[in-house]
């Protein structure tokens, strides 16, 4: 089956951009995660839905990072004002609610600020 | 706060040869551990985990692990390593909320045949 994917897989902006990056989570799955990967270094936890709630966003390094899943499938994250250090890979995460604790994880997408 | 930690940065050895990984942890409480693996141009898969019982927990593609508590490690093991095993390894601790995951730096393996 499909799993989890993610788009744009590569994003290049300008500093003071703004950008959107979605997670199509696999189907069914009703937990999902975003992680924020910076070069040299593993995946840093960012924010957390159970469904269409966000249930954990301590995570979110700034008020400029905003994540939301409306419907309770595709989720968007947000950076607004991109600055260089939001440089990073940007991973999404899904669960079963039966397994929450085995997370399938997506291809990411490099985000390049300028 | 919790924290894990990879000793080892880059790791390289000739295939056949065997594996071991360093992992340590810090929490003091009940803890949930897993080896994530990210092969070259491949998004990261789930190696092997641990909750709880036998502390010796076998994963997929011959890889095994052992949680030893009073040493706060969760070391990952392959008897003989092959070429095929090249990519970045990561050990993750289940945050104490029970739901992120905490990781460590990775670590690199590089098998040569």
């Known amino acids: 089956g499909a799993g989890v994917s993610q788009s744009p897989r590569y994003k290049v902006a300008k500093r003071g951009q703004d950008v959107a990056l979605r997670c199509d989570p696999i189907?069914?799955?009703?937990?999902l995660f975003w992680y924020q990967q910076a070069l040299g270094q593993g995946p840093e936890f960012l924010t957390y839905?159970?469904?269409?709630?966000?249930?954990?966003k301590s995570g979110l390094p700034s008020d400029r990072f905003f994540a939301e899943r409306p419907e309770g499938s595709v989720s968007t994250l947000k950076i607004q004002r991109t600055q260089q250090e939001d440089s990073a890979v940007y991973l999404c995460?899904?669960?079963?609610?039966?397994?929450?604790?085995?997370?399938?994880f997506g291809p990411g997408t490099r985000l390049t600020v300028t | 706060a919790q924290s894990v930690s990879q000793h080892n940065h880059h790791v390289i050895l000739s295939e056949a040869a065997s594996l071991e990984l360093g992992c340590n942890y810090s929490y003091g409480g009940t803890v949930n551990l897993f080896w994530y693996v990210q092969y070259p141009g491949q998004h990261l898969q789930l190696l092997l985990k641990?909750?709880?019982?036998?502390?010796l927990v076998k994963g997929i593609k011959g890889f095994e692990a052992e949680f030893i508590k009073s040493k706060f490690s969760f070391n990952l093991r392959k008897p003989s390593v092959q070429w095929s095993d090249t990519a970045e390894y990561f050990c993750a601790l289940l945050h104490q909320a029970g739901t992120a995951l905490i990781f460590g730096k990775g670590t690199t393996l590089s098998v040569s045949s």
């Open positions: 839905f159970q469904n269409e709630a966000q249930l954990d």
């Open positions: 995460a899904s669960s079963l609610e039966a397994d929450p604790y085995e997370q399938y």
């Open positions: 641990y909750f709880s019982g036998d502390p």
């Open positions: 189907s069914g799955h009703v937990s």
